[in-house]
Nanobody, 127 residues
Framework: QVQLVESGGGLVQAGGSLRLSCAAS????????MGWFRQAPGKEREFVAA????????GFADSVKGRFTISRDNAKNTVYLQMNSLKPEDTAVYYC????????????????????WGQGTQVTVSS
């Protein structure tokens, strides 16, 4: 089992920045691809960003490209989502997830690819 705990959410004005963290515990974290998803009120959960196990390969939703970055520190069992130039439409609960696919080169967009999920952290962007 892998336990994931997100932190770093909060209230920020449009144009501001936040850095979300996802701390993992339990089984080996370093080999797992990781992803960030978000769910806005009344909407389906959607893909935001993902990173492969080494951190060399990353992917982003079109809506966040150029504004968000994803990184990981395997020594600290933590993955990060740096969010810049935030917009009101980025308001959502943000979830991190881990895919039980050890040491692959890929990252994943589909929720069904992920086996472990955190509880989520609220991000609210005011206009």
């Amino acid at each position: 089992q892998v336990q994931l705990v997100e932190s770093g959410g909060g209230l920020v004005q449009a144009g501001g920045s936040l850095r979300l963290s996802c701390a993992a515990s339990g089984r080996t974290f370093s080999g797992y691809p990781m992803g960030w998803f978000r769910q806005a009120p009344g909407k389906e959960r959607e893909f935001v960003a993902a990173i492969n196990w080494s951190g060399r390969s990353k992917g982003f939703a079109d809506s966040v490209k150029g504004r968000f970055t994803i990184s990981r520190d395997n020594a600290k069992n933590t993955v990060y989502l740096q969010m810049n130039s935030l917009k009101p439409e980025d308001t959502a609960v943000y979830y991190c997830a881990a895919a039980h696919k050890a040491y692959g080169d890929n990252w994943y967009i589909g929720e069904y690819e992920y086996d472990y999920w955190g509880q989520g952290t609220q991000v609210t962007v005011s206009s």
